[in-house]
């Protein structure tokens, strides 16, 4: 696995990437913006580091979400003005 992993959703944890620097996890989240319902707009994935995320099986899938009470290192959110 590598360094950095990209995790975005809104109501379910959605798996977008992972990178070996920050600055390409940067550039993948900037590339998939997801436009949130309720009024909260665009909102841009966020970065977790690799220690931070376990891996679930769904049945269907395995793939990586956060684990409890870790925090993302890199958290975007576009203000409005």
């Known amino acids: ?3 950095y992993v990209v995790i975005g959703g809104q109501y379910d944890y959605k798996y977008i ?3 070996n620097t ?7 989240a900037t590339h ?3 436009l949130w319902d309720n009024w909260q707009g665009l909102v841009k994935p966020r970065i977790y580091l690799a220690s931070d995320v376990r891996l679930i099986n ?3 899938f395995i793939y990586p979400v956060p ?5 993302p290192i890199q958290d975007f959110q576009f203000k409005r003005a």
């Open 32 to 34: 998939n913006v997801e």
């Open 58 to 60: 769904n049945g269907y």
């Open 67 to 71: 684990k409890l009470f870790s925090e």
């Open 1 to 3: 696995m590598k360094k």
């Open 17 to 19: 990437g992972q990178s």
């Open 22 to 28: 920050l600055r390409g996890a940067k550039w993948i």
